[in-house]
């Protein structure tokens, strides 16, 4: 049997909360006090809860979703999910590529092309720009150091998208939220993973700033529509990368570890 006690809880408003919804405490009980007096309620029950519920529509717990975000890329789901997007994708391709003049794709990087796990489960999901990467696994692990190592690995699914994209002779645009001041480490970084003999790397010029990143993407895309390519295929981690137009088809891949605008 629990035994609940709390002095800023009257009996009437105890009633009130039992009428506005579904709270176990309130399930069959013996409620005593003094409706006319300041004397605390007491509220005993065999089904009562070992802590009080709320009636308040909170967001999703984030350290739960952290604990849920971790599993889904240990149990191996997250990449099977890469997966199947990047074989819609390279089904897509494969059709669409003889029908038209000039194709290519554009991919994003980060989350897309490159894994960033190592530093995301090091930071426990947060971003710090600044910083030194020195001490993996452990963190904290700052994002500019991490990139400019150029440790990240291709993500299995998307090389072999880009690799089939190529042997189709499909021009591969990489067009990334990145900076132009980390080009070298990210165009080093790219063929060491396998991601060769691409037509183009897009970054983001160093002092832009823009609300979104569709707002530097989208242009960047049209801008390779005027050179005559026809971009059947746009893909990214993150709906602002697929934002904007300037693609036959999107493909949105999965990514629950952090939200780009």
């Given at each position: 049997?629990?035994?609940v006690?709390?002095?800023?809880?009257?009996?009437?408003?105890?009633?009130?909360?039992?009428?506005?919804g579904?709270?176990?405490?309130?399930?069959?009980?013996?409620?005593?006090?003094?409706?006319?007096?300041?004397?605390?309620?007491t509220?005993?029950?065999?089904?009562?809860?070992?802590?009080?519920?709320?009636?308040?529509?909170?967001?999703?717990?984030?350290?739960d979703?952290?604990?849920?975000?971790?599993?889904?890329?240990?149990?191996?789901?997250?990449?099977?999910?890469?997966?199947?997007?990047?074989?819609?994708?390279?089904?897509?391709?494969?059709?669409?590529?003889?029908?038209?003049?000039?194709?290519?794709?554009?991919?994003?990087?980060?989350?897309?092309?490159?894994?960033?796990?190592?530093?995301?489960?090091?930071?426990?999901?947060?971003?710090?720009?600044?910083?030194?990467c020195?001490?993996?696994?452990?963190?904290?692990?700052?994002?500019?150091?991490?990139?400019?190592?150029?440790?990240?690995?291709?993500?299995?699914?998307?090389?072999?998208?880009?690799?089939?994209?190529?042997?189709?002779?499909?021009?591969?645009?990489?067009?990334?939220?990145?900076?132009?001041?980390e080009?070298?480490?990210?165009?080093?970084?790219?063929?060491?993973?396998?991601?060769?003999?691409?037509?183009?790397?897009?970054?983001?010029?160093?002092?832009?700033?823009?609300a979104?990143?569709?707002?530097?993407?989208a242009?960047?895309?049209?801008?390779?529509?005027?050179?005559?390519y026809?971009?059947?295929?746009?893909?990214g981690?993150?709906?602002?990368?697929?934002?904007?137009?300037?693609?036959?088809?999107?493909?949105?891949?999965?990514?629950?570890?952090?939200?780009v605008?």
């Open positions: 049997m629990s035994h006690s709390g002095a800023p809880l009257r009996a009437a408003a105890f009633l009130a909360a039992c009428a506005v579904p709270l176990s405490a309130c399930a069959p009980s013996s409620v005593t006090a003094n409706a006319s007096s300041n004397a605390p309620v509220v005993t029950s065999s089904s009562a809860p070992t802590y009080a519920q709320t009636l308040i529509d909170q967001p999703a717990n984030v350290g979703a952290k604990i849920a975000a971790v599993d889904y890329y240990n149990s191996g789901r997250y990449l099977k999910d890469v997966g199947v997007v990047a074989d819609a994708a390279r089904t897509w391709v494969q059709e669409e590529a003889p029908r038209v003049s000039k194709p290519a794709i554009v991919l994003d990087i980060d989350e897309t092309s490159l894994s960033n796990w190592p530093m995301t489960k090091a930071d426990d999901f947060g971003y710090f720009p600044k910083g030194p020195d001490a993996l696994p452990a963190g904290p692990c700052g994002a500019e150091a991490w990139e400019l190592s150029g440790k990240a690995k291709a993500l299995p699914p998307m090389l072999a998208l880009y690799q089939a994209a190529r042997a189709d002779n499909v021009a591969v645009f990489f067009v990334t939220g990145r900076r132009e001041v080009r070298k480490s990210t165009t080093t970084n790219l063929l060491n993973a396998g991601y060769r003999d691409f037509a183009a790397l897009y970054l983001k010029p160093n002092a832009m700033k823009v979104s990143a569709a707002d530097y993407k242009p960047v895309r049209q801008s390779i529509e005027a050179r005559g026809t971009i059947i295929a746009n893909i981690d993150q709906p602002s990368d697929l934002a904007g137009g300037h693609a036959e088809k999107t493909f949105l891949l999965p990514n629950p570890f952090y939200r605008r």
